[in-house]
């Protein structure tokens, strides 16, 4: 490997990327002595010349989100997805779209839509699975039943050779002659097998597709070797069909007692034209409703113990419904019809991160792929259930189902121990005997994530030895030096080698923090990751610096892979101690989307904290770790002479040597103390004859006021009190009385983020202090600051988790926006009809999300364009580290810094968080308020004038 690192100057050879490529989405890992992201076709010839040369296997990869474990291998992986990439042409009369093999579906789906096309199969992971890796899987998706799986699509493939040569071809010849020839050979030699063993049914993609050589196919070779998995050519190119998107579409929700009646309904409604047919049982739905804020969607579903998802087209929204009503009624199923767009896309939702979601059943037991992808007949499928069922309860194993009912193809998750050898042989014993039943019903172990190493090692089970013997030829008529992905479909490694995690996998001390969804084990914590791969949506606010830099390393995926490793102790030594391990934490922005996006709720920022605690301990840290982690003490310090402070720091030089001094980014500007404290407003306010003071009402008897305590963060207290003022006075409005807590306070937060986890949880044990009597009363506590409100939310329980108060404190706060959005009594505020840009902070959506204050904007009259593209990349300290500007300016481009240059004058920038309003003043011309600054506003316009008091 050495000496083909030499000779590529483009591969990777570090541990660090290395153990970031272990793992696709299976539970295989591999760990590849070097990887190369090729950036033309020339490169990639290159790099397979010089494998070749040294004799070094080569794994193509896409996405990265195969299951079956064929995007890992012990060699060169070549990575298309970070360059080559590109939708290069479409062709709407044609319907036709050729694109390089790491371009992304999702983005091939939106080109094809500006025409009114789409690509038919569309797997769950659209958003980030490449062409390429379809290609190489046979993917295929809930579609396929009505517009046909990657096969039927493909119309020409480029194919690099091991030997080197290029090849472009389709139907008809592959444009060598001796090759042809070749096939040609081995298809007739072979046709009785190929014409009664192969093609028996849509999903049957194990093995080669050598029935796409048959005559009466075309010979078509560039379908032929879709699902070959890389192992006979590497794609670099490629031309698709394309179909028509209906005019319209329904969804019809079918709920029955249990998935064997589902099953068998799906081939009567596959035959009836239904676009889907798409299953799931009653575990899924379980397993999904486990999770706090995961479960929109499910209160759709009729009453059932297992579903399916029917899509329906139509000439126009009511033909539609129309159509699916229809179809609803002859099934005698319990069913629902829904149009609106949002309604559809939460019921999809359950089903598109099925994968994710099944990884931990309702009781947070693990679950894994494995047995995941096998086919039958679909008029075969509720048998095949049944005993499948049969054997899980022989085995005492439980686990989640989903598949594509309509093509009897199944996707089962189980309960299996991988982290033991018992555990792992108990595993091949499950796996060798669900093969053996799939076969007795007709079908096969692969229905379209290809065989891979989870399942090539059982096609001695489902073919013949005279078909298997001509897989074997065809793969060395391709690859006669066996070099490409070797191990899979032929001379395939054992299904149970190099299983993940496996025994031995966590061999380092317990964490501070309590990781309670994982017992406390910081390795069960890192396997939340199954590598579906939503870190690398295109859209969405999951991974700021994956979006940024477009590197595996800087995905949340690839995070949790280093993790594992370091928890290994193999490929990177050191432990807690890795540099390399910092390194490719050091760019994850602990904005926590992945808390909420990740379908499995990996806590990245959480695991970052972690290892920071863990790596500097006893160690001097970065200067920017006490800057900024000591920052509340600081600013008490500083708020003794705000105003001396403040004419220092607007001084360029000086406030640049300071940066310097305290290792921070020097591009940024300091932000300004307020002249005066939040808590120094507020007593002042106190001291008035009339503030505080309960009102009278009209018969001059007292109104009691519910007393609510107001958190003064230290953001909100030193630097930018105007929020917190405005939020007393609309609490006040609102018929609240305002206190404070009883003593100075604080979250932790500096600390936590920084990795000071003992200093964190020592501040907030004393702040707790403060708020014991208000929270043995019941009283709410509202945030202002939205990363202190979700901390003491979340991470005061992780932290103390032995806290009575902690427990109670994390269940009686609440944001302003929800205050607000359920109040009940009278509504003090005008309209203010007015437009705005709503910048949600990243750590509520990683909690409660941003509904409330979408709520609270549409009650005051407010049209509300919100930034999807999460974390506004200052992040708290993140954006005045060195190293990361460039991630945080790129951040802070994908959208919001966009949306606010464009509004007008008149449009107002909402934005809770500090960071948030911090950025935005620092990277455009405009500023931004907190919601409560919006209220108070509105407040004012709701309120009567004195001489309207005075006449009423």
Same mark, same amino acid.
């Given at each position: ?202 999903r049957q993609v194990s093995g080669y597709g050598l029935h796409r050589l048959l005559p009466e196919n075309g010979f078509h070779v560039a379908r032929s070797l879709v699902g070959s998995e890389g192992t006979c050519g590497i794609v670099l190119g490629a ?28 081939? %009567?409604? =596959? *035959? /009836?034209?239904?676009?889907?047919? &798409? ?5 899924? +739905?379980? #397993?999904?409703? $486990? !999770? ?27 033909? %539609?419904? =129309? *159509? /699916?009503?229809?179809?609803?009624? &002859? ?5 629902? +019809?829904? #149009?609106?767009? $949002? !309604? ?50 022989? !085995? ?465 009259g407010v049209d509300t364009d919100v930034v999807t593209a999460g974390c506004c990349g200052l992040a708290g300290n993140f954006g005045f580290e060195p190293g990361h500007w460039e991630v945080s300016q790129s951040s802070a481009e994908r959208e919001l ?46 309120r009567d004038t004195p001489a309207q008091r005075k006449n009423g």
């Amino acid at each position: 490997m050495r000496e083909l690192a030499d000779r590529l100057p483009a591969a990777r050879t570090d541990a660090l990327t290395r153990s970031a490529y272990t793992a696709d989405a299976s539970i295989y890992r591999v760990v590849p002595g070097a990887v190369v992201e090729p950036r033309d076709a020339e490169e990639a010839a290159t790099a397979v010349a010089v494998a070749a040369a040294h004799g070094v296997g080569v794994t193509s990869r896409g996405g990265g989100t195969s299951i079956a474990g064929n995007a890992i291998g012990p060699g060169l992986v070549l990575d298309f997805s970070r360059h080559m990439n590109e939708v290069v042409a479409i062709d709407p009369d044609a319907r036709t779209a050729t694109v390089q093999p790491g371009a992304v579906l999702g983005t091939v789906r939106a080109r094809a839509a500006e025409h009114g096309l789409t690509v038919g199969p569309d797997p769950s992971t659209y958003s980030r699975c490449t062409i390429g890796g379809m290609i190489g899987n046979h993917a295929c998706g809930p579609h396929s039943v009505a517009w046909g799986t990657t096969a039927d699509i493909t119309e020409r493939v480029d194919v690099l050779r091991a030997d080197g040569r290029l090849l472009s071809m389709g139907a008809g010849t592959t444009g060598d002659q001796e090759l042809d020839a070749r096939l040609h050979g081995l298809r007739d030699a072979k046709l009785a097998e190929i014409r009664t063993e192969l093609g028996r049914f849509s999903r049957q993609v194990s093995g080669y597709g050598l029935h796409r050589l048959l005559p009466e196919n075309g010979f078509h070779v560039a379908r032929s070797l879709v699902g070959s998995e890389g192992t006979c050519g590497i794609v670099l190119g490629a031309t698709i069909s394309l179909v028509e998107v209906p005019a319209a579409r329904a969804l019809l929700v079918l709920g029955f007692p249990d998935v064997y009646d589902a099953a068998s309904a799906a081939p %009567a409604l =596959a *035959r /009836a034209g239904a676009l889907t047919v &798409e299953g799931m049982d009653a575990a899924l +739905v379980d #397993a999904l409703r $486990a !999770r706090p804020g995961r479960a929109a969607g499910v209160d759709l579903l009729p009453p059932g113990g297992a579903w399916l998802y029917c899509e329906i087209g139509g000439t126009d929204p009511a033909d %539609a419904e =129309a *159509r /699916a009503r229809r179809v609803g009624r &002859e099934t005698g199923a319990r069913w629902e +019809v829904f #149009a609106d767009p $949002a !309604r559809t896309d939460a019921l999809w939702s359950i089903r598109r991160n099925g994968a994710g979601i099944a990884t931990r059943m309702a009781d947070g037991r693990e679950a894994w792929p494995g047995w995941e992808d096998s086919a039958v007949p679909a008029e075969n499928l509720a048998g095949y259930l049944k005993d499948l069922h049969a054997l899980m309860a022989e !085995r005492n194993r439980q686990g989640t189902i989903t598949g594509h009912f309509g093509e009897g193809c199944l996707h089962l998750r189980v309960d299996w121990d991988l982290t033991s050898d018992a555990g792992i042989a108990d595993y091949r014993a499950f796996i060798e005997a669900a093969a053996d039943i799939a076969v007795s019903h007709g079908g096969c172990a692969s229905g379209e994530h290809g065989d891979g190493r989870a399942r090539s090692e059982l096609l001695t089970r489902t073919y013949s030895p005279e078909l298997l013997a001509a897989f074997r030829e065809f793969k060395n008529i391709w690859d006669p030096g066996g070099l490409l992905n070797p191990g899979i479909l032929v001379d395939p490694a054992p299904l149970d080698a190099s299983v993940r995690p496996g025994p031995g996998h966590d061999r380092h001390a317990l964490p501070l923090l309590t990781l309670s969804a994982d017992r406390g084990s910081m390795a069960g914590a890192v396997r939340r990751c199954i590598g579906v791969g939503s870190c690398r949506n295109a859209t969405g606010a999951m991974c700021p610096s994956f979006q940024a830099t477009g590197d595996e390393v800087h995905s949340t995926r690839g995070r949790a892979r280093v993790l594992g490793e370091m928890l290994r102790g193999e490929t990177l030594p050191g432990a807690w101690r890795s540099d390399e391990v910092r390194e490719a934490l050091d760019l994850c922005l602990s904005c926590k989307a992945c808390k909420s996006e990740c379908p499995v709720n990996v806590d990245m920022a959480a695991y970052k904290a972690e290892f920071l605690h863990q790596h500097y301990k006893g160690r001097l840290r970065p200067r920017a770790h006490y800057a900024l982690g000591w920052l509340p003490l600081l600013g008490r310090i500083a708020s003794l002479a705000p105003r001396a402070v403040t004419a220092l720091t607007k001084r360029p030089l000086i406030a640049r040597g300071l940066l310097r001094i305290a290792g921070l980014e020097t591009r940024r500007d300091l932000p300004e103390l307020a002249p005066r404290t939040f808590r120094q407003w507020f007593r002042a306010r106190r001291t008035s004859a009339t503030v505080g003071r309960a009102p009278a009402g009209r018969d001059g008897t007292v109104v009691e006021r519910e007393t609510v305590v107001l958190w003064p963060d230290t953001f909100s207290n030193y630097l930018d009190p105007q929020g917190a003022q405005d939020t007393v006075e609309v609490l006040e409005a609102l018929g609240y009385d305002v206190v404070l807590p009883d003593g100075p306070v604080c979250c932790g937060l500096t600390w936590y983020s920084t990795g000071q986890l003992g200093v964190a949880r020592a501040v907030l044990d004393r702040s707790l202090k403060s708020l014991e009597q208000h929270l043995a009363a019941g009283r709410t506590v509202v945030g202002v600051e939205p990363s202190c409100t979700q901390a003491l939310r979340e991470e005061s329980v992780e932290l103390l988790p032995d806290s009575d108060t902690a427990r109670r404190l994390a269940a009686q706060t609440t944001t302003l926006a929800e205050l607000v959005a359920r109040h009940e009594g009278e509504w003090p505020f005008g309209a203010l009809d007015s437009d705005a840009v709503l910048q949600p902070h990243c750590h509520t959506e990683a909690g409660p999300g941003h509904g409330a204050e979408l709520e609270v904007l549409a009650r005051l009259g407010v049209d509300t364009d919100v930034v999807t593209a999460g974390c506004c990349g200052l992040a708290g300290n993140f954006g005045f580290e060195p190293g990361h500007w460039e991630v945080s300016q790129s951040s802070a481009e994908r959208e919001l810094y966009p949306k606010v240059r464009a509004a007008d004058s008149g449009t107002m920038i909402v934005a809770d968080g500090f960071s948030c309003r911090t950025q935005i003043s620092q990277g455009t011309e405009r500023g931004a308020t907190h919601l409560a600054g919006l209220l108070r506003r509105a407040l004012t316009t709701g309120r009567d004038t004195p001489a309207q008091r005075k006449n009423g």
